[in-house]
């Protein structure tokens, strides 16, 4: 009843993806199943066999940033460039490897260095192939 007087949070922006990155780290991420993490991209690692390009990306980390070694799927639409500001999709955590290699998934989209409050990063553009049936989450 009384949010008319709350003043209302305006949405960030960051003037490149390292910045927005930076800041991403900052607020300390913890990687969830399902979940998207901001990362930026390191370096390519080019086009393997099936079809899926590899890349080696820093993650949003609670203490410093993981890097390990990400791709995007096979039948992708697009793929980042180096520098760019990712959000890497969580598919599983395997607890039998070590840390950052217990961290399966890949790069779903392309983040804008916008934060807009109670959504999170503005996607810029989607990497996830068509093929891929979005979560299906009961309210």
Known sequence: MFNWFRKKKEEQQFP???AAFAHACSIGYTPLI???VPALVEESGGLNRDGERTFLVSLAAPERP????SCTLKGAPGY???GEFVGFRVVTIASDLPEPANLIGYIACRLEPRLVPGKGWAVAQSYTPENIKPDFRPM
Do not use: T, V
């Not at 993981?66 to 070694?69: A, F, S, Y």
């Open 16 to 18: 490149d993806s390292a």
């Open 80 to 82: 980042p460039e180096e």
């Open 34 to 36: 399902g979940g998207l």
């Open 66 to 69: 993981l890097q390990l070694w």
